[in-house]
T-cell receptor
Framework: DTGVSQNPRHKITKRGQNVTFRCDPI?????LYWYRQTLGQGPEFLTY????????KSRLLSDRFSAERPKGSFSTLEIQRTEQGDSAMYLC???????????????FGSGTQLSVL | AQSVSQHNHHVILSEAASLELGCNYS??????LFWYVQYPGQHLQLLLK??????LVKGIKGFEAEFIKSKFSFNLRKPSVQWSDTAEYFC?????????????FGQGTILTVHP
């Protein structure tokens, strides 16, 4: 499968625990995005990377959330001290931006469904 | 900040019926516009997009959308739906000049097509 891969597919945790999700983008894609989607809503932008640099973070991303992309390939999203309100689908997407201002097409993964009990 | 509103949460049609899904956005500047689709059990994928030029854009599987700037709308249409069009459809916008992948999505419209 050459698409965007996310692991795990499902995560159930107790309130207060830390969780970490992984996203493997399409090979050679230099941009990687994280979104969060709650039931009945569209995805909400959280953050994105160009190579290993985190270029933007949404105000939705509280201090308990941290994302990394250390080698410019896979990325991890960690949530510390999880709360019930963190329960959501966490989506990753990647894209290739070759030239300044060129069209960019996002490829989404299937997401990690987090349930905080 | 941008916002996107989709008019219908759930639309139910019979095969061969015509489809129009409403989308309105709010933003003071120039935007790029998108429709994404999520088929059951699959990931989100791009249906069509509008950046500039002809306000009537055509996408995959016979879908089209029209950008009406004066109405801040980008409605999705298909003249004759099929059972395989059953999916959730999301309208999204992106502020011109920002990363194309930084999207603001609407809440989605679930389309159910009965055979």
């Amino acid at each position: 499968d050459t698409g965007v891969s996310q692991n795990p597919r499902h995560k159930i945790t107790k309130r207060g625990q830390n969780v970490t999700f992984r996203c493997d983008p399409i090979s050679e894609h230099n941009r990687l995005y994280w979104y969060r989607q709650t039931l009945g809503q569209g995805p909400e932008f959280l953050t994105y990377f160009q190579n290993e640099a985190q270029l933007e973070k949404s105000r939705l991303l509280s201090d308990r959330f941290s994302a990394e992309r250390p080698k410019g390939s896979f990325s991890t999203l960690e949530i510390q001290r999880t709360e019930q309100g963190d329960s959501a689908m966490y989506l990753c997407a990647s894209s290739l931006v070759a030239l300044q201002g060129s069209n960019e097409k996002l490829f989404f993964g299937s997401g990690t469904q987090l349930s905080v009990l | 900040a941008q916002s996107v509103s989709q008019h219908n949460h759930h639309v139910i049609l019979s095969e061969a019926a015509s489809l129009e899904l409403g989308c309105n956005y709010s933003y003071g500047g120039t935007v790029n516009l998108f429709w994404y689709v999520q088929y059951p059990g699959q990931h989100l994928q791009l249906l069509l997009k509008y950046f500039s030029g002809d306000p009537l854009v055509k996408g995959i599987k016979g879908f089209e959308a029209e950008f009406i700037k004066s109405k801040f709308s980008f409605n999705l249409r298909k003249p004759s739906v099929q059972w395989s069009d059953t999916a959730e459809y999301f309208c999204a916008v992106n502020a011109r000049g920002t990363s194309y992948g930084k999207l603001t999505f609407g809440q989605g419209t679930i389309l159910t097509v009965h055979p």
